[in-house]
């Protein structure tokens, strides 16, 4: 009965698509809290910014491993992908934070004048939002020190 309760375990943890939204600390059954969601909003944007996922592979443990290891997705973005809106990119950064207790909370997130904007913006007009306007909002909230 144990070995097929390690199975089961196994299966749902790491063959769910789920995993690539799964934060670290989680995934190395750490304590966690709502930054763990806050964490899966940031892959979300991640995947709404540039159409795919930071970590994905052909297996789920490697995609484990992939997420364990994670620093900051800003060096795969400045190479792999095409430039965003510098404000969306930088709220990506700092929901995809390595340190939980550094990424913003929710609220904050939905207090922060640049996204207030972006999306009263893009409901207002259907227009989307730019890849790469010249803005200079700050974004001292979502500072990834």
């Known amino acids: 009965m144990a070995n097929y309760k390690n199975q089961v375990s196994n299966f749902n943890c790491f063959e769910s698509f789920h ?5 670290p600390e989680v995934l190395a059954q750490d304590v966690y809290d709502e930054a763990s969601d806050v964490w899966s909003v940031g892959i979300s944007l991640f995947a709404m910014l540039y159409s ?4 994905s592979a052909n297996d789920a443990l490697t995609c484990k491993n992939l997420i364990l290891q994670h620093r900051s997705l800003e060096i795969a973005i400045k190479d792999t992908f095409p430039k965003r809106h510098p404000d969306l990119v930088g709220l990506m950064l700092a929901l995809t934070h390595r340190q939980p207790e550094n990424r913003p909370t929710a609220e904050a997130v939905l207090r922060h004048p640049t996204f207030i904007a972006h999306a009263t913006e893009h409901m207002r007009t259907g227009v989307p939002i730019p890849s790469s306007p010249n803005s200079s909002r700050d974004l001292h909230m979502f500072s990834l020190t």
């Open 19 to 23: 995993l690539r939204y799964t934060s």
């Open 52 to 55: 795919a996922l930071p970590y």
